[in-house]
């Protein structure tokens, strides 16, 4: 263990912040350009994800626990708006056999 | 602390009441339950205002939560009182829809009272969950699920951004407790500049629940897809929960002069596009329910005054606003459920006539329209007072006068409705208002005038 | 220290791998994927527990809850519409200029302290466990009331209404 | 008495609430009593406030009611203020307010809406007693607020009529823009003095020197403010469409109490403006222009409620003259006779379209002197009364104004003795065409006619023995009295009056100016008794009775001819134009502009709220990346 966790040793904390950006803003890209509804749910769990490493490398830089107990929050919340956000999809798909966002544009104006 | 095991107690009760059938009892219970929190909030009320905070500082019930608790459960025991029979036309689980509702209240009664960016998370994390469930009860109705989808997904899209203002906030701060936030500021000689990337995320989050402008784009479809009753709930016990937590981080943690000049720009032009995008739209509006969607907007903007006239008086110009804009929904809120029950469809013209056949609902309707587009003696104009004189003396004369031209577009759409209950005619039969109604459109439309004559006894409350 | 962008490179080729797959089912697998390396870049950090509960719950749990969703909604390929070329090419350069935007406003390109392990002990089961019980006690206990409400909410909304009401 | 002045605005609240809630269960009589009782309790009040405060030594009292908005350094108590210019209002206001209840009593006897409107009427006035008593702006504000609402909602009375219902919002949209100004204004007297209290802005005020820029804004945005509420230039044009409501409603809020509203507050707000030549400058020439433009349009009207109308808005713009001037209590002495003789104008107007079966056209009018005469006569009082003539009311208080003018700017006056002439024509072409010659109704309508009930006349003569002595309390000091008016308003004006100066012309000139304008207005009343009454004129489109001319001796042909010329045509074709196109079409224009520019907008912007999704987040995005570029510029 001692040995991989030394390989970071050195890694400037600015890279993980950009690193962290770069999966966020991936998965922003995923939200803007796919159609169905559950791909872009998954790109929302990138960008949860994103941040949640960068919160568990702040926490390490800071030599402060609270940081991963948080993280720890952030995945029991992801669980809980997966179930729901799958429920909901599931719903939609009972009503209109389909989970793309673009059909779903009556309510507007 | 008590009030949140005991409403969220009270919800697991209601389901179990669900359980055995017990469908008679559901709101009674609901409503009794809602009382003795009430009576437990007021409990908190400390009058040398010098509470500590609890749990190894992550809340902090002081009388500003003690205000706000008390109000969401007031507001939303006004709202339930609505619901008698309403669920029930909707789906055979009503238990469940009580109990989600009280899931949601938790979650605002944390957000009114967390001293910890986590608490902060996870109460409005409970909240939206809640309501993403609640926007789309209607099952098998088409607009329904189309707003709780659109909900859900901007909502999770969002709270991406909000939880990437905390991280921002910690890792420059490395500590998500308020105060510490704030003693860093105090303390760092050079504040990190992720710090304030945090602080710009945070209010794009925030920004977003709250509803404004530009991550206002969900508000207009999901308040007109979801159940009205449900819509009255997000339209009002949600946004002023969201801008208690809203001031708290502000006056709390980042109220310093370097802080506010950087932050308090943002907000102005929040705050105009609002305004401007809630009014202007709202006029071109042809139903009742989306033209208060809109007109919801525009109160964020006005809110969001006290944000930038940041001071010790914004706690109960928060309040005061929000409490007039509260009441004065509800009543439009419970209106519209009955026009939209009787008559099916909420466009302007179903309110001709009104005024003669209905005069009680034509009336309260009335007054509830003058409190929201802030005219004298009525709670709005109190509210709206406090937020234009805070701007003022904070020299924002420009934004002062932008907001109220703005105010003056207000006035027209509200007015719609009145014109057309009372200087439109129309064959109609009487609508028949339910006494549950009654009693609440009744209790609001006095509150709305006790308020607008006499403020002093709310306003000083905080 | 060449192992962190070793795996960087991995997570973000993966995870565009996952926006750019035609087939939703090939992006649940790639998304698996990314997570997995996410898991590894737990280890390095020494946040066992993290990366422990990142393997269960969201490669276990949550991605396979997709997946499972996925293939009960039977969406291929070809049941998915993709947008326009034109509206892909926007949504990549909004996406970009987000980047460039934060990362300009974190200044995150210049230069910073590296990342040293002050208390490797933190991100252990014992050491998280006695914060988690002790200074984060409410949270943890309110994020019941937020599983119990999704569940309800879950079984609610996904439930076959038995009959038309 | 002074400490229960809130007894005043009480009791019209309680008519208010007992009409308002029981008028489904109340017989008419009832309500009306109620409506008119409460009023005259409040009356009485205010005359015992009056008596005492004469007598007094101290003449402003402020009377704390409770503190109402609190918010940090910000105190806004709900007060009252009695001093005499309020005291002078309330009298205005109550007394007149009692007169129009008992005359609606009789004229809106066969409405259905009969309690419904009185209740309107009692609100009306205690929200207009609230806009005289307030002792800051903010309760001033909601008196202003509220009368604007109850104006809404009398002169959509008949809402039956969808003229009637765009009359009233035409009148809210020009008062909201005024609202707009007076609020903007208040928010910056805030900003500038800290306080909204008239006791502490002021004194603030008068330790700055003259054209302080901020003082000139405020009191440009509170002119503005006056004339959305006063129906000056360029938002008058509300007024005579709001002669849809009832006539007493035109009476009581369209010619007695509220649209002078905003002489009154500037007339309280009287040393900012004094402080501010500038805004006085503009207020007397829009007042001057006002005055001009709506007696020329008055000149060809033939409805007889527009013809009052446009006098009114005449008249209004003479007290703004006054006020532009610097003639505080000129203004307010014409507040008053104004309102006697004005109100008297438009009951009278009512009670003749009341025996003419809701007939406002006065060409169907004529030979109406025998049938009603007692509406006659007092109609006649009131005509005097406005063309000047003395010693009737309105002389007193004209004179004033223009001595006044004559003394800041010889072509001011000269502008303000031509509109005097006209007012004095149209007037009598009115009375003319209603009670001479012959009558040109149907035969129905002859048949029906009557002189109005007990309840109509009483007040007509109240309001006509008014009109003939009001002018008494304000006699100048060269015609033997010594102005008790103006003593008495002293300590209102006195910081202003320091500034400005006495009236400093010799009585020659005094005497001058008098004789000018009474020969002035005397000679336009025998032009218009030649034309209407002699030559039995009637204002037909377009065909002129050949036939009658022919019979006219040479002579009499000769002048009409050159009148016809010389006068009459020019005359028509301005009062014409000023109607068609300045009132009609350039600002009505604009203010239906205004909000069809923001309704396009409307339609516009809602179509950024394009239903999909993926569009939302794609501003969103936008959104976010804008702040994230503010920040990465401003960190």
Request: glycine share 8%; hydrophobic share 55%; proline share 3%.
């Amino acid at each position: 263990m001692e040995s991989i966790t030394n390989s970071i040793q050195g890694v400037p904390l600015n890279h993980y912040i950009l690193f962290c950006a770069i999966l966020f803003s991936i998965g922003v890209m995923g939200v803007l350009i796919r159609r169905n509804a559950i791909v872009i749910f998954m790109s929302v769990e990138l960008m949860l994800n994103a941040v949640n490493l960068l919160l568990t490398a702040f926490s390490v830089h800071h030599g402060d626990a609270s940081g991963q107990v948080f993280v720890f929050f952030v995945m029991a919340l992801a669980a809980a708006e997966v179930a729901v956000g799958l429920a909901i999809i599931v719903m939609i798909y009972r009503n209109t056999s389909s989970t793309d966002i673009n059909v779903l544009n009556r309510l507007k104006w | 602390m008590d009030v949140i095991i005991t409403i969220s107690l009270l919800a697991i009760l209601v389901l179990y009441l669900g359980l055995f059938k017990a469908a008679k009892a559901l709101l009674p219970v609901t409503l009794v339950g809602l009382l003795v929190a009430l009576g437990l909030t007021f409990n908190h009320w400390d009058l040398a205002n010098n509470t500590k905070s609890i749990f190894s500082g992550m809340l902090l019930f002081n009388n500003f939560s003690v205000a706000f608790s008390a109000l969401a459960i007031i507001s939303t025991f006004l709202i339930l009182m609505l619901s008698k029979d309403y669920f029930e036309r909707i789906s055979a689980n009503v238990a469940e829809y009580y109990t989600i509702i009280l899931f949601a209240l938790t979650g605002i009664i944390i957000i009114a009272s967390y001293h910890n960016l986590s608490m902060l998370f996870i109460g409005i994390e409970i909240m939206s969950v809640s309501l993403y469930i609640l926007t789309g009860i209607k099952k098998r109705d088409y607009a329904s699920n189309e707003a709780a989808l659109k909900y859900f997904l901007m909502g999770a899209f969002s709270t991406g951004f909000l939880l990437f203002g905390i991280t921002l906030l910690y890792g420059a701060s490395g500590s998500f407790d308020l105060t510490e936030i704030r003693n860093y500021v105090a303390s760092s000689e050079e504040i990190s500049p992720i710090f304030y990337a945090g602080i710009l995320l945070s209010i794009i989050g925030l920004c977003f629940k709250a509803g404004a402008a530009p991550f206002h784009f969900w508000t207009p479809d999901v308040y007109e897809g979801a159940p009205t009753l449900i819509t009255a709930f997000m339209s009002t016990v949600v946004k002023t929960a969201v801008f208690a937590a809203f001031l708290r981080l502000f006056y709390i943690s980042l109220s310093s002069v370097t802080l506010q000049e950087f932050w308090v720009p943002v907000l102005v032009v929040l705050a105009s596009l609002s305004l401007l995008i809630g009014n202007i739209t709202a006029v071109y509006q042809q139903h009742f329910k989306r033209m208060l969607a809109y007109s919801s907007i525009s109160h964020v903007g006005y809110l969001l005054f006290a944000l930038i006239a940041l001071s010790s008086a914004s706690d109960s110009a928060v309040f005061l606003y929000a409490a007039a804009y509260t009441i004065a929904s509800i009543i439009a809120f419970a209106a519209l459920m009955v026009v939209q029950k009787q008559v099916g469809n909420d466009s302007f013209d179903n309110f001709n006539g009104l005024g003669r056949k209905n005069p009680l609902l034509a009336l309260t309707l009335t007054i509830s329209m003058l409190s929201l587009a802030g005219i004298p003696l009525t709670a709005g104009f109190i509210g709206k007072f406090m937020m234009f004189t805070g701007a003022l003396s904070t020299y924002h004369t420009a934004l002062t006068v932008f907001a109220v031209l703005n105010a003056i577009v207000g006035v027209f759409y509200y007015l719609r409705v009145v014109v057309a209950m009372y200087f439109k005619d129309a064959e109609r039969n009487e609508l028949a208002v339910p006494v549950y109604f009654k009693i609440v459109l009744v209790v609001s439309t006095l509150a709305t005038i006790i308020i607008g004559v006499y403020p002093g006894f709310i306003a000083d409350l905080i | 220290m060449n192992l962190f962008y070793f795996i960087a490179f991995l997570s973000i080729f993966f995870s565009l791998l996952v926006i750019f797959s035609k087939n939703p089912v090939y992006s649940v697998l790639y998304l698996i994927v990314t997570f997995f390396t996410l898991t590894i870049h737990y280890i390095l950090l020494n946040a066992q527990f993290l990366a422990i509960v990142n393997f269960i719950v969201y490669m276990g749990a949550i991605m396979v809850l997709f997946l499972f969703v996925l293939m009960l909604l039977n969406l291929n390929e070809d049941s998915e519409p993709m947008k326009s070329n034109l509206i892909k090419v926007a949504g990549v350069v909004a996406g970009m200029c987000l980047l460039v935007t934060l990362v300009g406003s974190f200044r995150a390109l210049g230069d910073s302290d590296p990342l040293i392990l002050k208390n490797p002990e933190i991100g252990l089961v014992k050491n998280l466990g006695k914060v988690l019980f002790d200074e984060f006690l409410l949270p943890f206990e309110i994020s019941s009331i937020l599983l119990l409400s999704a569940m309800v909410g879950a079984v609610l909304l996904a439930k076959k209404d038995p009959k038309k009401i | 008495m002074i400490d229960f002045v809130w007894l005043v605005p009480l009791f019209p609240l309680i008519g208010f609430l007992i009409i308002g809630l029981g008028r489904n269960i109340l017989p008419k009589a009832v309500a009306g009593f109620i409506g008119s009782l409460t009023v005259l309790l409040s009356f009485a009040v205010s005359i015992a406030i009056f008596v005492q405060l004469e007598s007094s030594a101290v003449k402003t009292h402020i009377v704390p009611l409770f503190d109402w908005i609190r918010a940090g350094n910000l105190l806004v108590p709900f007060s009252f203020q009695v001093d005499p210019l309020s005291a002078l209002m309330l009298l205005i206001v109550t007394g007149i307010g009692f007169l129009i209840h008992v005359y609606s009593t009789g004229y809106m006897h066969h409405d259905a809406g009969f309690s419904k409107f009185f209740s309107y009427l009692n609100l009306f006035i205690f929200f207009m007693l609230l806009l005289v008593l307030g002792s800051n702006y903010i309760v001033m504000f909601i008196g202003w607020e509220g009368v604007g609402l109850c104006s809404y909602l009398l002169i959509g009375f008949w809402y039956t009529n969808s003229a009637y219902a765009s009359a009233a919002k035409k009148a809210f949209i020009m008062n909201r823009i005024g609202d707009l100004g007076f609020l903007i204004g208040v928010f910056l007297i805030f900003a500038t003095f800290g306080s909204l209290e008239f006791a502490q802005v002021f004194p603030q005020a008068a330790n700055l020197a003259p054209n302080n820029p901020f003082l000139i804004l405020i009191t440009i945005l509170l002119f503005i403010g006056a004339t959305g509420k006063s129906a000056q230039i360029p938002l008058f044009t509300w007024l005579p469409d709001a002669m849809a409501g009832p006539t007493p409603v035109s009476a009581l809020i369209h010619a007695a109490t509220m649209v002078t509203a905003g002489i009154y507050m500037i007339a309280r707000s009287n040393i900012l403006f004094t402080l501010a030549p500038l805004t006085l400058e503009i207020v007397a020439i829009i007042g001057i222009a006002t005055a001009l433009l709506a007696a020329t349009i008055a000149v060809t009207q033939t409805d007889i409620k527009k013809v009052l109308a446009y006098s009114t808005v005449s008249q209004l713009g003479y007290m703004f003259l006054a006020l532009g001037v610097g003639a505080y209590t000129g203004a307010m002495f014409h507040v008053l006779t104004h309102a006697f003789f004005k109100a008297l104008l438009f009951l009278g107007a009512g009670s003749v379209i009341h025996a003419m079966s809701n007939e406002q056209d006065m060409r169907a009018m004529g030979g109406l002197k025998k049938k009603l005469p007692i509406t006659f006569i007092t109609m006649l009082i009131g005509t005097i009364a406005i063309s000047g003539i003395p010693p009737f009311s309105g002389f007193f208080s004209k004179d004033e104004i223009l001595a006044h003018t004559y003394q800041h700017s010889k072509t001011l006056w000269v502008l303000g003795v031509i509109g005097a002439m006209f007012t004095a024509f149209y007037m009598f072409r009115m009375l003319f065409l209603t009670f001479y010659n012959k009558f040109r109704g149907t035969h129905e309508q002859e048949h029906h006619l009557h002189e109005s009930p007990k309840s109509m006349t009483i007040p007509l003569i109240v309001l006509a023995a008014l009109s003939v002595v009001g002018g008494f309390i304000g006699i100048p000091h060269i015609l033997g009295g010594h102005h008790w008016l103006s003593q008495f308003l002293a300590p209102v004006f006195y910081q202003s009056s320091v500034r400005t100066g006495a009236l400093t012309l010799d009585h020659q000139t005094e005497f001058l100016l008098m004789g000018v304008s009474v020969a002035g207005a005397v000679i336009a009343a025998l032009i218009a008794f030649v034309k209407y009454s002699k030559n039995n004129h009637v204002p037909l489109a377009d065909n002129v009775d050949r036939g009658t001319l022919a019979r006219l001796s040479y002579h009499k042909y000769y002048i009409d001819e050159i009148y016809d010329f010389a006068i009459s045509k020019p005359l028509n074709f301005l009062s014409g134009f000023f109607y068609r196109v300045v009132d009609k079409a350039a600002i009505d224009g604009v203010v239906q502009g205004l909000g069809r520019a923001t309704t396009e907008a409307s339609k516009g912007l809602r179509l950024l709220q394009s239903g999909n999704i993926g569009f939302y987040i794609f501003m969103m995005v936008a959104g976010i990346v804008a702040l994230l570029l503010y920040g990465f510029y401003n960190i």
